[in-house]
Structure formats: structure tokens, C-alpha cells
Nanobody
Framework: QVQLVESGGGLVQPGGSLRLSCAASGFTFSNYAMSWYRRPPGKERELVAAISSTGGSTNYADSVKGRFTISRDNAKNTVYLQMNSLKPEDTAVYYC???????????????WGEGTLVTVSA
């Protein structure tokens, strides 16, 4: 059974930072690119960032470029999203997933997990 367990969300002030983690299991983690998606309130899910299977390539949404950093630790089956200079428009439920290639932006392979809520507000 594939499991994708996001954590690290919370309430943060504009300009603040947060680090999200996604613990993956049930598939060969190191064989897949991984991605972070988010769903803002009242909006559709959108790609935030993706990273290749080895971590050598990344892809970011324009809205987060320069502020967010995706990384992974294949020994821990975990993908991270470091979020800096957070803005209110970053408020969303954040999800992780696997994908075949780093530049896919249309969704993940597996069912979405619970996600973790990030709220950016003064």
C-alpha cells in the first residue's frame, strides 16, 4: 500500500519560513521523481515543485521560484519543501506525490494523501 504522509504545516507570518516533509512508502522511492502540489482555498490543485529521482533536476512554479526549495533524501524515503519569504497567497493544503519525470505538471501517480495545511497570515 502506497502511503504519502505530509507534515510540517502550520500558521506562519508573511515573510516567515516553513519546512514541509513527505514520508513515502509502498513503492521504490528512488525510482521516481517527486513533487509538491498545493490547493489554495477555493482553487484547484497546482504544481509547486518537482525533483528528479536522484535530485539532480528540479522544476518550480513561477510563483515560488527563488523562495521555495525542493529536496529529497532517498535513504529516508522523504521529500522536503523548504518555504521561505512566505506570502498570504501561499496559503494552501500542500500535498506530495510521485511522478515519472521531473517536468510533469499534470498530477501524480498515486492517490492524494491528507496533505498538510500552511496558513500564511499576520
Amino acid at each position: 500500500q502506497v502511503q504519502l504522509v505530509e507534515s510540517g504545516g502550520g500558521l506562519v507570518q508573511p515573510g516567515g519560513s516553513l519546512r514541509l516533509s513527505c514520508a513515502a512508502s509502498g513503492f521504490t522511492f528512488s525510482n521516481y521523481a517527486m513533487s509538491w502540489y498545493r490547493r489554495p482555498p477555493g482553487k484547484e490543485r497546482e504544481l509547486v515543485a518537482a525533483i528528479s529521482s536522484t535530485g539532480g533536476s528540479t522544476n518550480y512554479a513561477d510563483s515560488v521560484k527563488g523562495r521555495f526549495t525542493i529536496s529529497r533524501d532517498n535513504a529516508k524515503n522523504t521529500v522536503y519543501l523548504q518555504m521561505n519569504s512566505l506570502k498570504p497567497e501561499d496559503t494552501a493544503v500542500y500535498y506530495c506525490n510521485a511522478q515519472r519525470y521531473v517536468y510533469i505538471t499534470s498530477g501524480g501517480i498515486y492517490d492524494w494523501g491528507e496533505g498538510t495545511l500552511v496558513t500564511v497570515s499576520a
